[in-house]
């Protein structure tokens, strides 16, 4: 079992920066891959960005592609997200997942752990 808690979300108006940071419990962070996703209110959950279980691959949704950066460090069993010039577009709850897998996966399906959330609100 891993239980992930997402942070660093907040408020912050069109073109700002934010890092969320997501802390992983237990031993194996290592061993998996991680993602983050977003879901708006009224939509579905999506796809943002991905790193491989080596973290020597990433994969970005079109939308966040040259703004958003996923990097991992396992020592701290932590996985970020830092996100630049922020559009009201980015507005949405924020979610880090763990799949056991060698790739690095974009679909919601093959996640095996979920965090709660953390909330981002970008004004314009």
């Known amino acids: 079992q891993v239980q992930l808690v997402e942070s660093g979300g907040g408020l912050v108006q069109a073109g700002d920066s934010l890092r969320l940071s997501c802390a992983a419990s237990?031993?194996?962070?290592?061993?998996?891959?991680w993602g983050w996703f977003r879901q708006a209110p009224g939509k579905e959950r999506e796809f943002v960005a991905a790193?491989?279980?080596?973290?020597?691959?990433?994969v970005y949704a079109d939308s966040v592609e040259g703004r958003f950066t996923i990097s991992r460090d396992n020592a701290k069993n932590t996985v970020y997200l830092q996100m630049n010039s922020l559009k009201p577009d980015d507005t949405a709850d924020y979610y880090c997942?763990?799949?056991?897998?060698?790739?690095?996966?974009?679909?919601?399906?093959?996640?095996?752990?979920w965090g709660q959330g953390t909330q981002v609100t970008v004004s314009s």
């Open positions: 790193i491989s279980r080596s973290g020597g691959s990433t």
């Open positions: 997942a763990a799949a056991n897998t060698d790739r690095a996966p974009a679909a919601v399906h093959e996640y095996d752990y």
């Open positions: 237990g031993r194996t962070f290592s061993r998996y891959a």
